[in-house]
Each structure stands twice: as C-alpha cells, then as structure tokens.
C-alpha cells in the first residue's frame, strides 16, 4: 500500500511517501518531497494547481519505480493510481476541504484523497489514538481538545492581534513593548538594534505599515533565544506561555490530560514552557519541531 502525506504551511510543504508490503509489515518511507506551501484560504485554484502540476508530479514522476514494481505494488499503470493522499495544511477550514479534495484529485488522480486541517495534523501526529490536548505554537498559535479520533473543542485562536499567546509574534510584540518601555531593559535594547539595523521608527513602519507584521514579530526568537539569561527576557517567555494555558487551555476544563505541542516555539523553548506548564497545573506530554513523524507513525 502507498500512502502521500503531505503537511503544508504557508512558506513549504513537506512530502513523505510511505510504503507497506502488508498488514504485518513495517511501514517504510521510500522518498519525501518538498514544494511551495499550499493554503487554501490564501491562494487561487489556479496558483494551487500549478505547485502540484510543476513542482510536485515533477519529483513524483523522477521517483524510482523498480522496487515497487518488483515486490508488485506496480504494474505498468500510473503510479498515482495505487497511491492514497492524505493532505494537512493552515487555511484547510471546512469551506475549503472540497476545493483542495477536487484539485488533488483532478491533478494527481489518486486512488483516494482525505485533507484535514494543521490542527488535525497536529492531534495525529502527537496522541495518535489517544485522548489529549494537542497544541501548535509556531508564529501563530492553536490548539484543541482531541478524544482519540475527532477534535471534540477548540479555543479561538483569533490570531496575534486578538489572541495567538504562546506565539512567536506574540512574543515578539511582548519583547519590543518590554525594550521601549523597560529602562533595565536598554543595554538589550541597543543590542538589538545594532544587530539588526534597525530604528524605532523602521520597527513602528514594519509592523504598521508592512505586510505580515506577525512573521517580523515572530523573527525576534532568534534574538530572544540567545539572551534567555536575563531574567526579565526569561520572564516574558514564561509569561507568554501562561497566558496560553490561561486563555486557551483552561476552557478544555482537562487538567487530567496531557499537553502535546507540535511547532518552532515548543521545540526551542521546551525548558520555560514546562516551567509554564509547572506553574499553570499542567503535564507536559509530546514536543516535536515538526508534525510529520508523529503522522508516519499514525498512518502507517
């Protein structure tokens, strides 16, 4: 059996490729691709299209077929014919599900097509089949109450200007108000801006002026990561993460369950997040980068 998972973000996508000779047999990876991140809710038909068409089929028709062929998962035929899709991505609301269902299956022609939304991907990925609460802290943030199969509750995420705590653009936001206004804060302050280049006034034009704010809010973590031994910076990381527990965890009313966390924010930061977690009342479970081992391990 082969099977195409694909986890999708607004900058790329990642694509595995698995294989299983039978029931009983380890699942294999037997190639991963990458292409353009695919978002639904962000981009045309036509612009989803062509990634497929001209960066996807490309590496999938260079994919060396004789093993395949050898152990009699292939005949002759097309090789999209004998492969299941299953496709995760941001923007993969419910309105937008039967859009990228019929362009995958129009430019693959697969043996089947399922697609879910990141959140799903990211409850697969970290409890499998087992109930938890699984989260995603990357430049935005999300999270939800999953009961093994289905996402049963989800907290808003509303993002960074509503919500989004425990983000990185959150913490960004938290980090320039703190080197403005905090007077022990201005040795980092003047750090920051001779490494970057930059002026008050060029951070005021990128956030207010400037597409995509959130992405220059959450490119501070770089800076922050190697100064976590001031303890105000220390403090608005931990700060950030509790008011994520606070605002959208605490609805769930589980403090019984672990926490999963999939994303950038949970890998580099795992050490104040679990002293967050500490403090909140809450068991840390799962933490990885990147949701795709976890969606190997469930789909195979």
């Known amino acids: 059996m082969l099977k195409l998972i694909a986890d ?6 990642d694509w595995t490729l698995l294989f299983t000779a039978s029931r009983l047999a380890p699942t294999e990876v037997i190639a991963a691709f990458k292409t353009q991140g695919i978002t639904p809710i962000h981009q045309t038909p036509a612009d989803i299209r062509q990634i497929l068409e001209h960066e996807l089929l490309s590496q999938l028709c260079t994919f060396p077929r004789a093993r395949l062929v050898d152990t ?11 492969i299941s ?83 990185g653009s959150v913490l960004g936001r938290l980090f320039m108000n703190g080197i ?30 400037e597409p995509m704010a959130n992405r220059f ?3 501070t973590s770089t800076f922050i990561i190697s100064h976590l031994d001031n303890p105000i910076i220390h403090q608005l990381v931990v700060d950030n993460f509790r008011q994520f527990f606070r605002s959208n965890i605490e609805p769930y009313g589980h403090k019984d369950l672990p ?19 500490q403090k909140e009342g809450y068991v840390i479970g799962q933490t990885m980068q990147s949701p795709m081992e976890g969606l190997i391990a469930f789909h195979g």
């Open 259 to 277: 926490v999963h966390f999939v994303g950038s924010m949970s890998f580099h930061y795992h050490s104040q997040l679990e002293e967050a977690a």
């Open 180 to 209: 403005f206004k905090n007077p022990r804060l201005a040795d980092i302050r003047d750090q920051y801006l001779a490494e970057t280049k930059m002026t008050q006034a060029d951070i005021i034009k990128k956030v207010y002026r």
């Open 85 to 167: 899709v299953y496709f995760y991505g941001s923007g993969c609301t419910p309105a937008h599900v039967p859009m990228m269902q019929q362009i995958l299956k129009e430019v693959l022609s697969p043996k089947s097509v399922e697609v879910y939304s990141d959140l799903m991907a990211a409850a697969r990925a970290l409890c499998g089949h087992e109930a938890g609460i699984a989260c995603i802290l990357g430049t935005g943030a999300n999270s939800c109450l999953y009961d093994g199969e289905q996402i049963v509750q989800n907290t808003p995420a509303l993002g960074y200007i509503l919500g989004d705590e425990g983000s």
């Open 72 to 82: 009699k998962v292939l005949d002759n035929g097309p090789l999209l014919q004998h």
């Open 217 to 219: 809010l959450a490119s």
């Open 8 to 13: 999708s973000g607004s900058t790329k996508t």
